[in-house]
């Protein structure tokens, strides 16, 4: 199984329902993602929300066209329309850069969690 | 409290003792973790403990060395299948022969065990003795949760975290599966382990020194435990460039987040004395400087 590492960076209004596709697509190692919050300041309401790491190369061609997502989401038995896709990838930023080096590149900055 | 404490350590030579001293605190009772990054079999790129890691690989699951990697009993009467009595046997499956047998099964039929045995939380070793699999895909199951897939006749091994006490056994993991299985075993793995399901949220692993680096976004490996570790624990780290620290005085209830970039890792349920501390810093430094 080949890994590639991808920084992926969602708007905080397609987070959830791409949190739920993930999880869908690619079982246990793609759930639990888009957790962490995102803004330009640190701090007030999540804008973005991030996930960062290796994920498997079949996973990654299928965040990389939205043909692909909508036909991989229906081989899951998903339903899904190409609209949809289209538009879950636009609000997406997806990337190989480092973490951090995304973030500066889109003015975003872990949001501070109270303690 | 940050001890910071630094390098200036004088490393016995014996370097098997060290690690038999904090085997030592552990098995006089100390409850916590005890990551050794180097250990063989013991870090996994994958939670589910299928492949070791490599340098660059991520890490899903270390195995705790706090309860020396023992196993428990075995959780399956009839590992062998020679009992088809002691089986809850799915549609599409036949134990017969000393085999468990799918005929064209599909997922969701299942061969398990009557009752439900397992712990929400642990995690168990799985061996599963595939002779035959002409088609379709199989995999261990523990506690409601499906180990990885198997493709093809052989013999696998996982270490599975139970999410429910029941479910506990093997299944058919698509359409159209027949083959044969000649056994199966399930035993907990003791100890406090490290795990991480989700792939982006896993740290990589590096080595000189071995270590799990973690990207200060998402990164977690995550403990569990049957009992809070309570307000006065200690944890202790090799964290590359800055040395050995040991934070006392930290409070641990049920769960523990790691997300600091270190190679061997230690958490105890209490203070440490002195001379304990001396071995805690001679350890770390010792596995945190390895080539």
């Known amino acids: 199984m080949s890994y590639v590492h991808r920084t992926i960076v969602i708007t905080a209004a397609k987070a959830a329902r791409a949190a739920d596709l993930c999880a869908q697509l690619a079982g246990p190692p793609g759930s639990g993602m888009f957790t962490t919050a995102l803004n330009a300041t640190g701090t007030g309401t999540a804008?973005?929300?991030?996930?960062?790491?290796?994920i498997e190369e079949q996973f990654a061609a299928v965040?990389?066209?939205?043909?692909?997502?909508?036909?991989?989401?229906?081989?899951?038995?998903?339903?899904?329309?190409?609209?949809?896709?289209?538009?879950?990838?636009?609000?997406?930023?997806?990337?190989?850069?480092?973490?951090?080096?995304?973030?500066?590149?889109?003015?975003?900055?872990?949001?501070?969690?109270?303690? | 409290m940050n001890l910071g404490i630094g390098l200036a350590v004088t490393i016995p030579r014996r370097s098997g003792s060290l690690a038999s001293?904090?085997?030592?605190?552990?098995?006089?009772?100390?409850?916590?973790?005890?990551?050794?990054?180097?250990?063989?079999?013991?870090?996994?790129?994958?939670n589910t403990g299928v492949t070791p890691v490599s340098p660059g690989s991520t890490v899903g699951l270390v195995l705790s060395l706090d309860q020396g990697l023992t196993l428990g009993p075995e959780l399956i009467v009839?590992?062998?299948?020679?009992?088809?009595?002691?089986?809850?046997?799915?549609?599409?499956?036949?134990?017969?022969?000393?085999?468990?047998?799918?005929?064209?099964?599909?997922?969701?039929?299942?061969?398990?065990?009557?009752?439900?045995n397992t712990t929400i939380g642990s995690t168990y070793q799985t061996s599963i003795v595939v002779p035959e699999l002409s088609s379709g895909l199989l995999a261990a199951r523990v506690g409601s949760m499906y180990g990885p897939t198997i493709t093809?006749?052989?013999?696998?091994?996982?270490?599975?975290?139970?999410?429910?006490?029941?479910?506990?056994?093997?299944?058919?993991?698509?359409?159209?599966?027949?083959g044969k299985v000649d056994s199966l075993s399930v035993r907990e793995i003791l100890g406090n382990h490290q795990i991480q399901s989700t792939s982006t949220a896993r740290p990589l692993y590096q080595v000189a020194p071995p270590r799990a680096v973690f990207d200060g976004v998402d990164d977690v490996l995550n403990t569990t435990f049957s009992a809070a570790l309570g307000t006065n624990c200690t944890v202790g780290r090799y964290v590359p460039g800055t040395g050995v620290v040991i934070l006392t005085?930290?409070?641990?209830g049920t769960s523990f987040a790691d997300t600091v970039t270190s190679g061997p890792l230690l958490v105890a349920d209490r203070a440490l004395t002195a001379g304990e501390t001396a071995l805690w810093t001679a350890y770390l430094t010792q596995q945190g400087t390895l080539p």
């Open chain 2, 78 to 116: 009839d590992t062998e299948f020679d009992n088809p009595a002691a089986w809850s046997i799915g549609p599409n499956w036949t134990v017969t022969g000393g085999q468990a047998v799918a005929t064209a099964a599909t997922t969701g039929n299942n061969v398990q065990i009557a009752a439900g």
């Open chain 1, 63 to 115: 965040l990389s066209d939205p043909g692909v997502m909508q036909g991989a989401c229906t081989s899951a038995g998903i339903s899904i329309t190409l609209a949809e896709c289209t538009a879950l990838l636009a609000a997406a930023d997806i990337s190989s850069e480092p973490p951090f080096v995304a973030l500066a590149r889109m003015g975003l900055m872990l949001k501070q969690e109270t303690i």
């Open chain 1, 47 to 54: 804008t973005h929300y991030i996930s960062a790491g290796m």
């Open chain 2, 249 to 252: 005085g930290q409070n641990i």
């Open chain 2, 152 to 178: 093809a006749s052989g013999t696998y091994r996982a270490y599975l975290t139970a999410t429910s006490t029941i479910n506990t056994g093997l299944g058919a993991r698509s359409a159209g599966t027949t």
């Open chain 2, 21 to 46: 001293q904090v085997a030592a605190l552990f098995a006089a009772g100390m409850k916590g973790i005890w990551r050794e990054s180097s250990r063989a079999g013991a870090l996994f790129v994958e």
